[in-house]
């Protein structure tokens, strides 16, 4: 390897080690980002693949690590207009529409805080019938992001289950929003996992409408609503959500 690589596979290598141990935020990785510039600064003549890689892995860190956007779309724009005769310059203008759309989605889904409304909709499910949020007023709701293919989804799903046979008749009720693409296989998974709750469908996975309006970036995402539709939390795993339910609607 050249010295610019054995450098930064070394800076790396810190980074790598901090984020293993919980320390994922800016102000936790301060003296490594320092190291980043010193590396450029010290290579700062050289407009190479290899010098390019250290400002695209700094970009990279603020973009995918601390969620910086802002930060992120500044040191990009840098990299496109520093190393623009690399291939690491020339991508820069394919990566920074999906790091605005990131962005977006990131800002969007802020927005659903606990406490504020989750926005409704008017749709149909798999079997025809019209679905909306209005319609289960009154009622526990937890809006489920998810699809087939999704391995934590999956393995999610025996909690989610348990949690409705539980708390069903007891007025808790769950609306799937599949990102499945192939109708015929969601409609047999949920048939042999005997979920029977309503799904919304729409056969466009990660370009689904759906995901820009919430911001749904990865997925299982669950929100989960009260009576009024307003966000009571979000992303409750394992026991946390029949523990949620136990103390909305136990003696109910």
Known sequence: MSEVQTQ?????????AKLQSGANTEAALTSELKEFDTLLAAHSTEKTEEVAQILLMKAMLYVQVFHNFDQGEILFKQLQ?????TQI????????P?????????????????????PDFQETDVA??????????????????????????VAELPNVLAAYQKYHDKGFEIVGI???????????FTKEKAMTWAQRFDGKGWDSE????????????????DQEGKIIAADLRGPALEAELAKRLEGK
Not at 178 to 188: H, I, M, P, Q, R
């Open 8 to 16: 930064l596979q070394a800076l790396v290598g810190k980074v790598r």
């Open 81 to 85: 207009s520093g190393f623009p005769d």
């Open 98 to 118: 999906a790091i605005l759309q990131q962005k977006e989605a990131m800002k969007t889904r802020s927005a659903l805080a606990v406490g504020t409304a989750f």
């Open 128 to 153: 025809g019938q019209p679905l909306s949020l209005a319609k289960f007023k009154g009622k526990v709701v937890l809006v489920d992001f998810w699809a087939t293919w999704c391995g934590p989804c």
């Open 178 to 188: 599949s990102l499945d693409k192939d109708k015929a296989a969601l409609d047999k």
């Open 210 to 225: 759906f995901i820009h309006k919430y911001g749904i970036t990865s997925i299982p995402a669950t929100f989960l609503l």
């Open 89 to 96: 310059g020339k991508n820069v203008e394919k990566i920074l």
